[in-house]
Nanobody
Framework: QVQLVESGGGLVQAGGSLRLSCAASGSTLSMTFMGWFRQAPGREREFVAGIGWSGSTTYYAGSVKGRFTISRDNAKNTVYLQMSVLKTEDTAVYYC???????????????WGQGTQVTVSS
């Protein structure tokens, strides 16, 4: 079992920055690959970024590449999503998720956090 708790969401103006954190506990084998997803009202949950165990392998959605950075600190069992140059279209609930292998689709993840709201105002 894995428990994931996100934090760091909030309201920010367009062009601003936020850093999301995901505190994980439980089986590390199930946290080999960690991902961030987001879901806006009326839209499907979409992949934002993912990172392998060592942190050397990362994946990003095209819409956030160059603006968002995913990282992880295994000693603290925490994954981060640094978001910069935020746009109004980044507004969504952001979810942290854990998988036992490289994954970019929601159905490939076994564990999910409860989500944290990010709202970007114009």
């Amino acid at each position: 079992q894995v428990q994931l708790v996100e934090s760091g969401g909030g309201l920010v103006q367009a062009g601003g920055s936020l850093r999301l954190s995901c505190a994980a506990s439980g089986s590390t084998l199930s946290m080999t690959f960690m991902g961030w997803f987001r879901q806006a009202p009326g839209r499907e949950r979409e992949f934002v970024a993912g990172i392998g165990w060592s942190g050397s392998t990362t994946y990003y959605a095209g819409s956030v590449k160059g603006r968002f950075t995913i990282s992880r600190d295994n000693a603290k069992n925490t994954v981060y999503l640094q978001m910069s140059v935020l746009k109004t279209e980044d507004t969504a609930v952001y979810y942290c998720a854990a998988a036992d292998r490289t994954a970019t689709k929601p159905q490939e993840y076994s564990y999910w956090g409860q989500g944290t709201q990010v709202t970007v105002s114009s």
